[in-house]
T-cell receptor, first 115, second 115 residues
Framework: AQSVAQPEDQVNVAEGNPLTVKCTYS??????LFWYVQYPNRGLQFLLK??????LVKGSYGFEAEFNKSQTSFHLKKPSALVSDSALYFC?????????????FGSGTRLLVRP | DTGVSQDPRHKITKRGQNVTFRCDPI?????LYWYRQTLGQGPEFLTY????????KSRLLSDRFSAERPKGSFSTLEIQRTEQGDSAMYLC?????????????FGPGTRLTVL
């Protein structure tokens, strides 16, 4: 079965420190990879994606993610966290051979940035 | 605001009642998706439309669920004889026709509570 794992339910970090939110996947083939963020009472907002090419992908709000094919991981990173980054983060994959382009999501990681 | 709207934002109903949700995608987007998100979980795919054609349905979409997109624009999701297990956030997303490399744009969701 195709699956996405976010091993940490919550990540706590102090403002100004670097943050990492982990994501690993188990799918057939080489998927497209996405990160979304969800703020309270709002829908999912796209952060960044990996399609092909450079393993380091830069996205919105200073976030970046590193694709590692051998470890089947796509960890989200930011060099300096802000209190406003506190939210729920979802990793998602899309299978290249799936004509519907539907997303398979992880269970989410809550990021808490303390002042 | 992604440009995808959903109505209502919240719905409280009694078990056994029917409910209907509406999604208005971004106007030029041909692809439309419904997902369901329960507490502590990531969104799970329910169904997919390309224009007015419903091309894929998840096993999660029981016979009590029906979705339509009659003119290839807005979509409705109806749940008949609601059960407490139907309580969840129902998310709609859309993307363009040639969306192989594109992200999906999500609406704010409809939160359903079944008493």
């Amino acid at each position: 079965a195709q699956s996405v794992a976010q091993p940490e339910d919550q990540v706590n970090v102090a403002e100004g420190n670097p943050l990492t939110v982990k994501c690993t996947y188990s799918v057939s083939g080489n998927p497209y990879l996405f990160w979304y963020v969800q703020y309270p009472n709002r829908g999912l907002q796209f952060l960044l994606k990996y399609i092909t090419g450079d393993n380091l992908v830069k996205g919105s709000y200073g976030f970046e993610a590193e694709f590692n094919k051998s470890q089947t991981s796509f960890h989200l990173k930011k060099p300096s966290a802000l209190v406003s980054d506190s939210a729920l983060y979802f990793c998602a994959v899309r299978l290249r051979m799936d004509s519907s382009y539907k997303l398979i999501f992880g269970s989410g990681t809550r990021l808490l940035v303390r002042p | 605001d992604t440009g995808v709207s959903q109505d209502p934002r919240h719905k409280i109903t009694k078990r056994g009642q029917n409910v209907t949700f509406r999604c208005d995608p971004i106007s030029e987007h041909n692809r439309l998706y419904w997902y369901r998100q329960t507490l502590g979980q990531g969104p799970e795919f329910l169904t997919y439309f390309q224009n007015e054609a419903q091309l894929e349905k998840s096993r999660l979409l029981s016979d009590r669920f029906s979705a339509e997109r009659p003119k290839g624009s807005f979509s409705t999701l109806e749940i008949q004889r609601t059960e407490q297990g139907d309580s969840a956030m129902y998310l709609c997303a859309s993307s363009p026709e040639n969306a192989q490399y594109n992200e999906q744009f999500f609406g704010p969701g409809t939160r359903l509570t079944v008493l």
